[in-house]
């Protein structure tokens, strides 16, 4: 798909979307005849034309998913990893593509896209390495050594629901839906409906890695809509979005006793430390604060500064904020890039004034770009942000951090840690090990050091997910992909019987079984 850009340095209509569009919802469960518009965020135009799917067309969609399944499931974990490998390489080989269709469904600037491409490919490549050693079956010490014998056996669930957002639209489906096909189970996914044709992007290339049809089956529509049915016809349900939803799908799925893993929101915390580098730390926290115009639930909004260095993280940092380039380029060139949605840039805006009219100080930024497009908000740097502003202790979602003072690491722990919320957070100091210390103190599920969040997401083989209110198990690592299973136990008993040999008596067999254990532990056995 190639991409035209105006003389007046706004994108122009995506050349070719039209035959695009047809090509990817082949696949959306959607007989019901009814379509829905979404619209470009750089420019409100329309966009795409996209179908929508009802209940009854979600029920279908787990049929077809769990027929499939059968036969996915009957193969060797090696076997289902050939076609994730392949995948591994049409994502970056095709990237110019997938990377024209991010901007164009989020309006995020090409350096943020890029992130989703590069880790939609990496954890797709970790999961298809390390899926045949997760799901080997484990020979486990049994009841009476060398006379039990006991294998632990990991399962497929069945058909599992992926119920994605819109602000990372390649990185979390494929993260969500890819273990759990590694894993042998089919997924019915739920993209948001205004990144849809990333999502099904992702489907198209799995299938021609070599996935077989209908065991990555997309679904369109309103949460009200087929939401319900998502959950009630699933065996699993994958979600990651508001912590509100979160609570009511997590409650849907207890009623029915099936599994359930969240990523929810977060209100994440930066402690600069005295020592902080401050070069490394100015560049660190921009990117934390301002990547994909900081639509990311791990982006930093809360940034504490040692007093001894405030007031010179202060102004480096708004400086350099003041100086980024926001612009709806297909290139490069930008430094953030736009909202995604109306009702984004509309929370963002409230949250801003709401702390200017209660006495915040705008240290950079803090207002609309409409110059550049209908959703483009400035990155905006607060200070005396206090406890009665909305952007004090509320997800924004939005390019918005503000600056506090602490004095010492207590006083800095205590202010991370005094909300709803634990999901990343950072620490910024030259000393690792003291920022080691102090992430060990900070509630939350993942703390990177002298970085945002790029070095914790990315280790794949480390578990990525929140405590408190942002979240209910985790994603990466190996329980990202055993969170898919069920786990069976199968144990056989040889030579002798646990009731004892015939003729021996109850007295007995307790006297010698009971010898046994002290002998167990005496050799270590048990």
Excluded at 348 to 357: G, L, N
Excluded at 409 to 422: K, L
């Amino acid at each position: 798909m190639d991409t035209a850009t105006s003389t007046s340095g706004r994108s122009a209509s995506p050349a070719g979307l039209e035959d695009v569009v047809p090509r990817l919802t082949r696949r959306v469960a959607a007989a019901s005849g009814k379509t829905t518009q979404t619209a470009a965020p750089f420019t409100g135009a329309p966009l795409a034309e996209l179908p929508e799917s009802s209940a009854a067309d979600v029920a279908a969609a787990f049929e077809r998913a769990r027929a499939a399944q059968r036969s996915w499931a009957a193969l060797s974990p090696r076997e289902r990893a050939e076609p994730f490998v392949r995948f591994h390489d049409l994502v970056l080989s095709r990237q110019r593509e997938i990377l024209d269709l991010i901007q164009w469904e989020t309006g995020k600037a090409r350096r943020h896209a890029f992130e989703e491409v590069y880790d939609a490919a990496g954890g797709t490549l970790h999961y298809a390495r390390q899926a045949p050693r997760l799901l080997r079956t484990r020979r486990i010490p049994g009841a009476v050594p060398g006379a039990t014998r006991t294998h632990h056996r990991r399962l497929p669930r069945g058909a599992v629901a992926v119920i994605s957002p819109w602000n990372y639209p390649l990185t979390l489906p494929v993260a969500d839906a890819v273990p759990a096909l590694l894993a042998g189970n089919a997924v019915v996914a739920k993209p948001d409906t205004q990144t849809s044709l990333t999502a099904l992007w992702a489907i198209e290339t799995a299938v021609e890695a070599g996935l077989p049809e209908d065991l990555w089956i997309p679904v369109i529509g309103r949460p009200e809509e087929i939401g319900d049915a998502l959950v009630d016809n699933a065996d699993y349900v994958s979600f990651t979005g508001s912590s509100a939803v979160g609570a009511e799908i997590g409650q849907r799925a207890a009623r029915r006793l099936i599994g359930f893993s969240a990523e929810l929101g977060g209100k994440n915390p930066a402690v600069v430390c005295a020592d902080a580098d401050m070069d490394w730390t100015v560049e660190g926290l921009q990117r934390a604060g301002f990547s994909n115009a900081g639509q990311l639930c791990i982006s930093m909004e809360r940034i504490y500064v040692h007093d001894s260095v405030y007031d010179e993280f202060a102004e480096r940092f708004a400086d350099a904020v003041r100086g980024m380039e926001l612009n709806a380029a297909f290139d490069y060139s930008a430094d953030m890039g736009s909202l995604t949605y109306r009702r984004q840039f509309d929370r963002v805006s409230a949250h801003v004034e709401d702390a200017r009219a209660k006495g915040a100080e705008i240290l950079a930024g803090g207002g609309p770009r409409d110059d550049v497009g209908p959703l483009f908000y400035e990155p905006t740097v607060m200070a005396g942000v206090t406890p009665t502003m909305d952007a004090c202790s509320a997800e924004t979602f939005g390019p918005v951090v503000s600056l506090y003072r602490f004095f010492d690491e207590d006083e800095a722990v205590d202010a991370a840690n005094s909300t709803d919320y634990g999901l990343n957070a950072s620490v910024w100091t030259r000393d690792t090990a003291r920022g080691r210390r102090l992430a060990e103190r900070i509630e939350a599920g993942t703390v990177n050091i002298n970085e945002g969040y790029g070095a914790a997401w990315a280790s794949y083989g480390a578990p990525m997910g929140g405590m408190k209110r942002s979240g209910v198990g985790r994603r990466h690592g190996p329980e990202g992909l055993l969170r898919y299973t069920e786990s069976q136990t199968v144990a056989s008993q040889h030579y002798i019987g646990l009731g004892g040999p015939p003729g021996m008596d109850a007295r007995t067999l307790s006297t010698v079984m009971t010898a046994g254990a002290r002998l167990m532990k005496r050799f270590r056995i048990r």
